[in-house]
């Protein structure tokens, strides 16, 4: 078990993808996405497995929950500065998103 005060080191924050375009040189099928995070975080990018159910066209103007303090890392060319969340499903995975429009940057509790 974790204490809460470790959950909340774990910050999490809502943002809205501008742009996404194939992760071309990803071992596994993944997408580049370009993420608006609000005045306070700006935009940052992540290279995500969501392949099998989403198309660039769908993610365009979505909300999406990220882990924003995880160091960045490389992926093919792409430096994923935060991780998108999400859930496996029969179809593959799922992105986690607020039931309802929130303001880029607001925090997740």
Do not use: C, W
């Amino acid at each position: 078990m974790i204490e809460f005060d470790d959950f909340l080191k774990v910050e999490m924050r809502v943002g809205t993808i501008v742009d996404a375009e194939l992760n071309a040189k990803a071992r596994k099928p993944a997408y580049k996405l370009t993420i608006d995070f609000g005045d306070e975080f700006g935009i940052k990018t992540s290279s995500a497995q969501i392949t099998d159910i989403y198309t660039p066209e769908t993610l365009i103007g979505r909300q999406v929950i990220a882990v924003m303090n995880f160091k960045p890392i490389k992926v093919a060319d792409v430096r994923s500065e935060v991780l998108v969340l999400g859930t496996d499903t029969e179809l593959g995975v799922a992105l986690l998103q607020p039931e309802r429009h929130v303001d880029n940057g607001s925090r997740i509790y």
